[in-house]
């Protein structure tokens, strides 16, 4: 996708070979001198699919960054480097480009901050390239004016300090609150009106699925199978289209008595979802553990989201006193159980006072925005890495 700035997806070819390849390319060690930065304060994503245009919506205003996108080209890295402010808004999604423009900027003495999405990846034991990971990031922590920042704050995953500065709350999980102290809540749409009308009493569970493995939906759909009687209890709502490969699972959930829907569904009519929800699935495979979206804006509207045992966002929850719902992944009786027993999010004893989580959501927008400002003005160590001592 080409850069929202105007940058040339079709011009230079994509970036290769060592930093200093590509610094060489752009021009950078041609003289004696340190070039001059630009005075440009940009926000950078490769692609702006799924939830990196609301990374984008969100954080260019924030910090008074100009939103970026678009591949790597030696214009572009030059660019970059040249900037005087920079953030990657997510550095997993071209790691090399990454590092060889973090450390050039290192080499400049300018600040650098990255976002770190998938930063469980360093610690999985499945592939060779894992630890490979790990060992990289340890030497990427030690660039000068880098900071990088984990969406997960380190108390829910203490190991990730090995591999970046800062421990923060992803966006998703304080975004509906855009002026620090109201949130957003949900309006009712058509949509919303005809999942109550088919829930008919019963509670309502709903996934924003990509009808995939990784985000449990097969695990789901084999608890609804097993445990027919689950469907005079609990309506499963899932909502986004289905792609072809998954057709067979869709079929599943509709023949288990969920409610299929199909289709693009707008922003509108997702939070609406969320509105007459009492549970939130966010139950995902083992290999798929990390931040999520959709258990952020679950937790921002006090839905109590369904999680993996065990997952960074369980983690996360109970650190934070955050009501949810844990069970054992591939635990069909357990999640049954659960399902059979599933209270109206009215109903449910709350951890934490309407007032208390709207505080919380606060502190973690406010110590987001403390910590990525500290590391845009080059300070990498910044007080406040534990949800304990955002408050």
């Not at 390849?21 to 926000?43: C, D, F």
């Not at 976002?115 to 340890?138: H, P």
């Not at 999980?173 to 008919?200: F, I, N």
């Not at 949810?324 to 449910?348: K, M, T």
């Amino acid at each position: 996708m080409p850069s929202s700035a105007g940058e040339d997806a079709s011009g230079p070819p994509s970036l290769t070979g060592s930093p200093d390849q590509i610094a060489e390319a752009g021009g950078l060690l041609s003289g004696p001198s340190q070039p001059p930065s630009t005075g440009e304060h940009i926000v950078y994503v490769v692609a702006t699919e799924g939830h990196r245009q609301s990374y984008l919506d969100t954080l260019a205003p924030l910090f008074g960054l100009q939103p970026v996108s678009g591949r790597m080209t030696v214009t572009l890295f030059r660019r970059l480097v040249a900037a005087e402010r920079l953030l990657f808004a997510s550095l997993d999604d071209d790691m090399l480009s990454f590092g060889a423009v973090a450390a050039m900027r290192g080499l400049l003495q300018r600040p650098t901050v990255a976002l770190f999405l998938r930063a469980q990846k360093c610690f999985e034991a499945g592939r060779w390239y894992y630890r490979g990971k790990r060992i990289t990031f340890r030497i990427l922590r030690r660039i000068p004016r880098l900071m990088i920042a984990t969406i997960t704050p380190f108390d829910a995953a203490p190991q990730y300090a090995e591999v970046a500065h800062a421990g923060v709350c992803d966006p998703q999980y304080w975004d509906l609150q855009h002026d620090g102290k109201t949130m957003r809540q949900p309006h009712s749409t058509a949509l919303a009106e005809e999942v109550l009308a088919r829930a008919a009493g019963r509670r309502v569970l709903f996934s924003l699925s990509s009808f995939s493995a990784l985000r449990g939906m097969d695990f789901l759909a084999q608890t609804l199978k097993r445990f027919p009687k689950l469907a005079e209890r609990v309506l499963v709502v899932a909502a986004g289209r289905v792609p072809a490969a998954s057709a067979s699972l869709s079929a599943s959930l509709l023949s288990s008595g969920a409610l299929v829907i199909d289709r693009f569904v707008t922003s509108r009519e997702l939070e609406s979802l969320y509105g007459v929800a009492d549970s939130v699935w966010a139950c995902y495979a083992p290999e798929y553990d990390q931040a999520s979206g959709i258990f952020g804006r679950a937790i921002q509207l006090g839905v109590p989201p369904i999680t993996r045992k065990g997952s960074v966002i369980a983690c996360f929850s109970a650190a934070a006193g955050i009501n949810h719902f844990s069970v054992q992944y591939d635990d069909y009786e357990a999640l049954a159980g659960l399902l059979e027993q599933l209270p109206s999010r009215h109903q449910l004893d709350p951890m934490l006072s309407e007032t208390e989580r709207v505080g919380l959501v606060s502190a973690w927008r406010r110590q987001f925005n403390e910590t990525i400002n500290a590391g845009l003005v080059g300070i990498k160590h910044p007080a406040h890495n534990s949800l304990d001592r955002i408050l």
